[in-house]
Structures are given as structure tokens and as C-alpha cells.
């Protein structure tokens, strides 16, 4: 157990050793996965966020090293051909960025974590420690909607309305 205190093992040093966390916990909450995202990303979410040219942007991590586009959803894409198309992704992780719009016409850029329980194991690893990267590449001004293939097929577009940033 590595003490929170003293960032030891351990061992009476520890002031608090109910608050100690395993050793394996620490090596996962500071590993990610060395993916980089690329700068078309940025460019490309700038663009959605300031000219509004599309609905969504789709990213994925092309050959485990870089996070690219993937597809870009035409403006007149609606929320349920949105999720549709995760839907369809079946098997294969995404990250994504939607413009969505309200029924009172505010807009509220999300992003998604799109990786459903079908993936490979390998492939959830991959995504779920490509995130760090990705956030800090492109900082979301809304809310940050992780969508896991268990409940974000039921997810209404009242959901969002009323909590943007759940």
C-alpha cells in the first residue's frame, strides 16, 4: 500500500494508514497510453465550435499512436442519427465532439467517450488512457458526457437538456 501522506510504502511513517492506496491504483491513475492527438483534431473542433460547419466530429486512434478524424457529421445531422451512427460503430471505440442543440435552440458542445462493452479489452485500455491527451488538446467549454454502450442508447435528448454537463 503506498501512503497518501508520504507517497511511500507503507510502514509506521504513515501517519494515516487507513487512507493508504494499493500500489496498482497509483500505476493506473499515472499511466496513459503515449497516443498523441493530432493537430487536425483541434483544427477541425475550432472550426465546429466557432463556424459551426458540422454537427459532429468522430475521432479515432489510428495504428495506437495517433488520435485522427474519423468522420465528420453534416450540419443537418440530427441527435438520433447521432447516435445511430455510434451505434453502428458495434465493436470499435470512438471519441466525439456534438454541437447539440436544445429544443430552445442553445447550443452545447459535448464530448464522448464513446466505448461500448463489446470492444476488445485492448481497445477499451487504449481509449480509456488516450482521454488525458485528447482533453487537454481540445478543452471543452460545456459538459463532458461519457457514453457507455449500457445506457446511451436510452439517453434522451432531455437528458442533456436538462444536465449539459453530466
Known amino acids: 500500500m503506498i ?7 507503507e510502514s509506521e511513517k504513515c501517519s494515516r494508514p487507513h487512507q493508504a492506496r494499493p500500489q496498482m491504483l ?3 491513475q499515472t499511466k496513459t497510453s503515449g497516443v498523441k492527438c493530432s493537430d487536425d483534431c483541434l483544427a477541425k473542433y475550432n472550426e465546429l465550435k466557432l463556424k459551426k ?3 459532429y466530429i468522430l475521432y479515432k486512434i489510428e495504428d495506437q499512436k495517433e488520435i485522427v478524424i474519423d468522420q465528420i457529421g453534416d450540419r443537418n445531422c440530427t441527435f438520433d442519427q447521432f447516435k445511430t451512427e455510434l451505434e453502428n460503430l458495434e465493436k470499435s471505440a470512438r471519441y466525439a465532439v ?3 442543440e436544445s ?3 442553445k447550443s452545447h ?3 464522448i467517450s464513446w466505448i461500448p462493452d463489446n470492444a476488445s479489452v485492448r481497445e477499451r485500455m487504449l481509449y480509456a488512457s488516450s482521454l488525458p491527451p ?3 488538446k481540445i478543452r471543452f467549454d460545456k459538459g463532458k458526457l461519457h457514453g457507455f454502450a449500457s445506457w446511451f442508447p436510452q439517453l434522451r435528448k432531455a437528458d442533456i437538456v436538462s444536465n449539459p454537463s453530466k
Request: aromatic share 12%; charged share 30%.
Open 3 to 9: 501512503c497518501e501522506d508520504t507517497g511511500e510504502v
Open 26 to 28: 497509483m500505476l493506473f
Open 53 to 55: 460547419t458540422c454537427r
Open 98 to 100: 456534438l454541437d447539440f
Open 103 to 105: 429544443d430552445s435552440n
Open 109 to 111: 458542445l459535448l464530448f
Open 134 to 136: 485528447v482533453e487537454r
